[in-house]
């Protein structure tokens, strides 16, 4: 039982962790919670932006923040409108006001259940991770905790291979979609805009500056040119006869395997979105079934289409975005972008599709391909500072930290007994952990491995559960 716990990070999995150990605690707790220097912690990234064209990408009614309470999201938006319903796709601005109402929340209730919570508006410099503890180094300050927990979201982006570094110089090539939304003003703007990149990212950005640069053209690569997926106008349910096909992929785990089995699925059912949502609970579990060398053959002929399916649009965005096409302010072209330079004033990318080459000539570029989770050549400070002196191991297929399913973050392959990663640094051991369901069930099982005596009973018997 850990009696002092080191939160690093300002963002959604931190407020979920600290949450969860408020609400279970028993005993003297203390809490140390860096934030980074964000100015309104627990919006992170994802929940930061002020646009209301920016839909949250799942319905409200399974947008809670923690276990005990699933409906907290809902009824905080019921409470401001009475006219919301749990099916509905719901502005991620607005789920950023429930995540700062329950930070709020949260620290009111450590003070009435003994719970110390010190908020550290610093990010911390380094962490030297031991046995028996964690200390965690902040400016001249250095702090000893029982346990410290990686809940630091995002990496920072880099660009892709081949930008010319005169064109980031010139701010030509963006690579911060968000920093560019945080400025960007109404026309006069670039009248050929390039997406580099064709998932939620890009579609945020699409509609976002379609709405604020209306004689913008829009041309957006992505390896097939496809977009996202997107819901149904009604809820589905997942389906019923998921169990058997869990078990036969669970008998070979060999990706064109899954891919075969998945499409038979499919088939015998009346709409895919039910196939792929009845995974969703055991896709930890497979994911820990395929070997290195299946995984890597997952990432490079499956990853794309695993993605699109997963993580879909509101049907309203589906809408705008087609309209765009309609009008002809957006055009998709299917290519693997190789390099891009300056040329006669403008931007021109490289885009490779079926050993063709299509150069795309635009005004500005902006790369918008997601969630960076490589460790191996990143600029995070903390990140860098763990791997360049051992105590944390890349993922070698860019997938985070080398971790166990139930957190514990790995040193040479052995994993530390007090130091923890939740959200994006566990790809790598259960590829699904970015949505708010998966970070709510991570920071269950950590609070309660972290909090119960039995800590070693705990972590098996959750990670039994997860898995």
Known sequence: MF??????GGGASAVALLSELVDRASGPLHLDWYTGGATHPGRGIAYGTTSPRHL???????????????????DFAQRLDPQVAGTDFLPRRLYGDYLEDEVAHVLA????????????PFAADA????????????GERASRADAAVLAIGALPVRPLEGVDAALLAQGRYVIDPWALLA???????????????????????LLELADRWPHAHFTAISRHGRLPAAHLPVSTVPDDDGGALL???HEVPEVRRWLRLLREAIAASDDWRVVIDGLRPSTPGLWDALPLPERARFLRHARWAWERARHRMPPQVERQVLALEREGRLQRVSGRVTGARPSQGCVELQAWHAGARTPVRADIAIQTVGLDTDLRNTVHPLMRQLVTNGHVTPDPLGLGCQATPDGRLCHEGTPWPRLFGIGSLLRSARWESIAMPEIRLQARMLASQMLEPDAAAARRRLASQAG
């Open 3 to 8: 009696r002092r716990v080191a939160i690093i």
């Open 56 to 74: 949250l990408n799942v319905r409200a009614a399974t947008m809670g923040m923690f276990s005990r309470r699933p409906r907290g999201f809902l």
């Open 109 to 120: 209730q450590s003070r009435s259940r003994g719970v110390d919570v010190r908020v550290v």
């Open 127 to 138: 962490l030297v991770p031991e046995i028996d503890g964690v200390t965690v180094i902040q």
């Open 183 to 205: 400025q960007a003003g109404p026309d006069p703007a670039p009248r050929e805009v390039a997406l580099v990149g064709l998932g939620l990212t890009a579609v945020d950005v």
């Open 247 to 249: 078990d036969a992929m």
